[in-house]
């Protein structure tokens, strides 16, 4: 990567995003959705914070916008791992094999990046399912003004715990049958996944009533 996920506008984030070159990718776009969802949240906090609807609710608030911050700096984070997990893949996979020393060395080299392309994205769906719950916490107690938002940061957190589940679930094939990661990462995956539409209309419906 010539430049930093993190250093471009978005503009060029997006124009690179289009581009033919696969990284950043899908993953990295998760990962951004996510981070912008979890500062939307603590935009909420902030509009919420020495208002009456703040009143008693400020230590959860408090808590709220430190984990919200917390999680857009880790999905940020995220977002340029991700980039580079797949870009070692392409690398990787454009090894020399012409000898047999040469297709041993590629082969060691393709399982440790597929390993991290599958790592990064399990941790994006991760940190997207607990900016989910920020959502959820604020949605009741937030400032009814910005209810809104509330309502786009939970869509952005569903988006990017989908998003990162499918760049997890396209890689688990390619990892080795005694890889502990290919049932670990499955079997988280797809916990996240079963709960995640209920989630998601549970909070809709929370937004919804707030907006009436």
């Known amino acids: ?15 690179r995003l289009a581009t033919s070159d ?19 949240i603590q ?3 902030e509009l919420t914070t020495g208002r009456t609807a703040a009143e008693g609710h400020e230590e959860t608030l408090a808590e709220i916008r430190q984990a919200a911050a917390g999680w857009q700096s880790e ?14 893949v392409i690398r990787a996979r454009r090894l020399p094999r012409a000898s047999e020393l040469e297709r041993q060395a590629r082969s060691l080299q393709i399982d440790a990046a597929v390993r ?18 920020l959502a959820e916490q604020v949605a ?7 209810v809104s938002d509330v ?7 569903v988006a990017a715990l989908r998003g990162a589940a499918l760049n997890v679930e396209i890689n688990l094939p390619y990892l080795t049958s005694d890889e502990t990661l290919r049932n670990e990462a499955a079997a988280e995956i797809g916990g996240l996944l079963a709960t995640v539409d209920f989630r998601d209309r549970s ?6 009533e707030r907006l009436r």
Do not use: C, F, W
């Not at 909070?203 to 919804?208: C, E, G, K, Y």
């Open 151 to 157: 309502g786009v940061a939970g869509l952005l957190s």
């Open 203 to 208: 909070l809709r419906h929370a937004v919804a």
């Open 116 to 133: 991290e392309a599958t790592r990064v994205p399990l941790a994006t769906a991760q940190a997207a399912s607990a900016v989910l719950d």
């Open 1 to 15: 990567m010539d430049t930093r996920l993190t250093e471009t506008t978005v503009r060029t984030l997006v124009e």
């Open 22 to 40: 696969p990284a950043p990718g899908g993953g990295s776009a998760a990962a951004i959705a996510g981070a912008m969802g979890a500062a939307l």
């Open 75 to 88: 999905l940020l984070k995220l977002a340029e791992l991700d980039a580079n997990a797949y870009d070692a």
């Open 140 to 146: 009741p107690i937030g400032n009814r003004n910005a």
């Open 43 to 45: 935009m909420v906090v």
